[in-house]
T-cell receptor, first 115, second 114 residues
Framework: EAGVTQFPSHSVIEKGQTVTLRCDPISGHDNLYWYRRVMGKEIKFLLHFVKESKQDESGMPNNRFLAERTGGTYSTLKVQPAELEDSGVYFC?????????????FGSGTQLSVL | QKEVEQNSGPLSVPEGAIASLNCTYSDRGSQSFFWYRQYSGKSPELIMSIYSNGDKEDGRFTAQLNKASQYVSLLIRDSQPSDSATYLCAVNRGASGGSYIPTFGRGTSLIVHP
């Protein structure tokens, strides 16, 4: 079974540019989560999809961030325009049913550097 | 107050010792608790989950939960240099529509020296 895959693994862009991150969850996992880790801080929740629907986007920092999951398969997270404080590691995770006792499977993350 | 609090460390222990990692959480209604391990540059992976008060053992790992004190801990017996990693405490909080959102602490860096 393939794991959660993310790409690119690294992205270096200039302030004001646009970047799109992609996540392919494990096949059959309805629940997809985006998290971000800024250096020295906790892994912070951004949003949660159930299939193609945004179940909870309370962690999205502002309207420069747009997440989609068309068809309930892979997801994209677009940052436009990027700011310096958007730098960090963006993790995607998935789970089959999203129940209280269910563990997350993580991708290896995208390291985003905004210069 | 942060939802999940951990001492960032580093916690340094000699090989063969017991490493004790601690976590407190703020939502008294939380039901599910997880410990993830993250090696440098890698993705977090689950090592233990616990849902009931008391201890849960799995090999060299023991998770302890005290809901009254809102406290979760992870003990690693016979620590090995390969256990050196960041250990993330995660607590599931209820969210809209009956879903659950795992909320993470900042992680504790563990260093096991030979």
């Amino acid at each position: 079974e393939a794991g959660v895959t993310q790409f690119p693994s690294h992205s270096v862009i200039e302030k004001g540019q646009t970047v799109t991150l992609r996540c392919d969850p494990i096949s059959g996992h309805d629940n997809l989560y985006w998290y971000r880790r800024v250096m020295g801080k906790e892994i912070k929740f951004l949003l949660h999809f159930v299939k193609e629907s945004k179940q909870d986007e309370s962690g999205m920092p502002n309207n420069r961030f747009l997440a989609e999951r068309t068809g309930g398969t892979y997801s994209t997270l677009k940052v436009q325009p990027a700011e310096l404080e958007d730098s960090g590691v963006y993790f995607c995770a998935s789970s089959r049913r999203g129940g209280a006792n269910e563990k997350l499977f993580f991708g290896s993350g995208t390291q985003l550097s905004v210069l | 107050q942060k939802e999940v609090e951990q001492n960032s460390g580093p916690l340094s222990v000699p090989e063969g010792a017991i490493a004790s990692l601690n976590c407190t959480y703020s939502d008294r209604g939380s039901q599910s608790f997880f410990w993830y391990r993250q090696y440098s540059g890698k993705s977090p992976e689950l090592i233990m989950s616990i849902y009931s008060n008391g201890d849960k053992e799995d090999g060299r790992f023991t998770a302890q939960l005290n809901k009254a004190s809102q406290y979760v801990s992870l003990l690693i017996r016979d620590s090995q240099p390969s256990d050196s990693a960041t250990y993330l405490c995660a607590v599931n909080r209820g969210a809209s529509g009956g879903s659950y959102i795992p909320t993470f602490g900042r992680g504790t860096s563990l260093i096991v020296h030979p």
